[in-house]
């Protein structure tokens, strides 16, 4: 009998060790698991290994990814509101379409990460490594990414109105009718960057001057942010 209930426990080990690989902790080796619309509001992973982890429309408001690692994971529809992957690591990740608002980046690495469609809007990217990052057309009023590096990041049609881009690196960056009105840009570095239809109005500290093709003039950039008032986006024509 004995021998018997040995055996049994002996069998069902692997299984409970099993389940056990994706249950979310601090330092846990998550890495592959599969977190789809999972509910991880104010989870503690810091340090975790989320890589190539599914984490499509999963809740993680308010949760701590501190030096966790989550390289090409998916996080696409998450909600990451106020999430902290500060010193992260973010490498091809995919985080398009999710709720960022007041998210924490601070000292992160997001190279080649894509946030496309993302809402970003008063995020905190403060020297964070975003080189090669799709951020076309994202929302990312007063958004921080001063010491980061967006080398030919893809910016074409972002909103960073109101932007902390000081000492930011935005070499052969693409920023092709983007709007950086009212953006502080003290010490920025544009060399090869496009700036083609950009919106730099009311900028202060940029030196475009290396850039391959200059920003709208002040004249053109009002005159687009008037058409903007005035056109109805949603039926494409003037308003009456």
């Known amino acids: 009998?004995?021998?018997?209930?040995?055996?049994c426990v002996a069998m069902l080990a692997p299984a409970a060790a099993f389940a056990q690989t994706c249950a979310p902790a601090p330092n846990a080796d998550l890495a592959g698991?599969?977190?789809?619309?999972?509910?991880?509001?104010?989870?503690?992973?810091?340090?975790?290994?989320?890589?190539?982890?599914?984490?499509?429309g999963a809740n993680l408001k308010w949760a701590n990814l501190r030096g966790a690692s989550l390289k090409?994971?998916?996080?696409?529809?998450?909600?990451?509101?106020?999430?902290k992957f500060d010193r992260a690591n973010l490498?091809?990740?995919?985080?398009?379409?999710?709720?960022?608002?007041?998210?924490?980046f601070i000292d992160a690495s997001a190279i080649g990460a894509d946030f496309t469609g993302a809402y970003l809007k008063d995020v905190l990217m403060e020297g964070a490594d975003l080189t090669r990052a799709v951020l076309e057309g994202v929302y990312m009023l007063r958004g921080v990414v001063s010491g980061g590096r967006l080398v030919e990041a893809?910016?074409?049609g972002a909103n960073m109105v109101g932007a902390d881009a000081e000492r930011t690196d935005f070499t052969r960056a693409d920023l092709k009718g983007a709007?950086?009105?009212?953006?502080?840009?003290?010490?920025?570095?544009?060399?090869?960057?496009?700036?083609?239809?950009?919106?730099?109005?009311?900028?202060?500290?940029?030196?475009?001057?290396?850039?391959?093709?200059?920003?709208?003039?002040?004249?053109?950039?009002?005159?687009?942010?008037l058409n903007r008032v005035l056109t109805d986006p949603a039926a494409g024509r003037a308003r009456p």
């Open 72 to 83: 090409h994971a998916n996080l696409a529809d998450a909600d990451l509101f106020h999430t």
């Open 154 to 156: 893809r910016l074409a």
């Open 91 to 104: 490498e091809g990740a995919k985080l398009t379409n999710a709720h960022l608002f007041g998210a924490n």
């Open 179 to 225: 709007t950086m009105s009212g953006a502080s840009m003290e010490g920025a570095v544009f060399d090869g960057a496009d700036l083609d239809g950009a919106d730099f109005s009311n900028v202060t500290g940029a030196d475009y001057s290396r850039a391959v093709k200059p920003p709208l003039s002040e004249a053109d950039a009002l005159a687009r942010s």
């Open 1 to 7: 009998m004995l021998v018997r209930l040995l055996i």
């Open 33 to 56: 698991c599969r977190f789809t619309n999972a509910n991880l509001e104010n989870a503690d992973l810091r340090n975790a290994r989320l890589d190539g982890a599914d984490l499509r």
